[in-house]
């Protein structure tokens, strides 16, 4: 089974940068696509961005041009670089893996993200 720890998150003012990491084990990672999601307080979780396993891309419109998604096969990690944050951004963030056209309900704890205005 799948596990994943997200780590890097903090609080920041509006318009710095994070990079958040997840660890990803349990699974042949350069087999598959992976996630970013978040999670405002009082709010459903949301799709933030995703890296396939031949390294295409693709954003939320909230996040796009603002945040990016990369990957280390061999360190079977994933990133989330993100820049210009916004107190919107305020949530915690999960990384997951999508098993065919399906995200795997199998979360980490998350890491939390704060931005200041």
């Not at 509006?14 to 699974?27: A, D, F, Q």
């Not at 954003?59 to 107190?87: C, E, H, I, W």
């Not at 919107?88 to 199998?106: K, L, P, R």
């Not at 704890?109 to 704060?114: C, F, K, L, R």
């Amino acid at each position: 089974q799948v596990q994943l720890v997200e780590s890097g998150g903090g609080l920041v003012q509006s318009g710095e940068s994070l990079t958040l990491s997840c660890t990803v084990s349990g699974i042949i990672f350069m087999n598959y696509n992976m996630g970013w999601f978040r999670q405002a307080p009082g709010k459903e979780r949301q799709f933030v961005a995703r890296i396939t396993s031949g390294g295409y891309t693709n954003y939320a419109d909230s996040v796009k041009g603002r945040f990016t998604v990369s990957k280390d096969n061999a360190k079977k990690m994933v990133y989330l670089q993100m820049n210009s944050l916004k107190p919107d951004d305020t949530a915690v963030y999960y990384c997951t893996v999508q098993y065919g056209s399906a995200w795997s309900n199998n979360w980490g704890q998350g890491t939390s993200v704060t931005v200041s205005s």
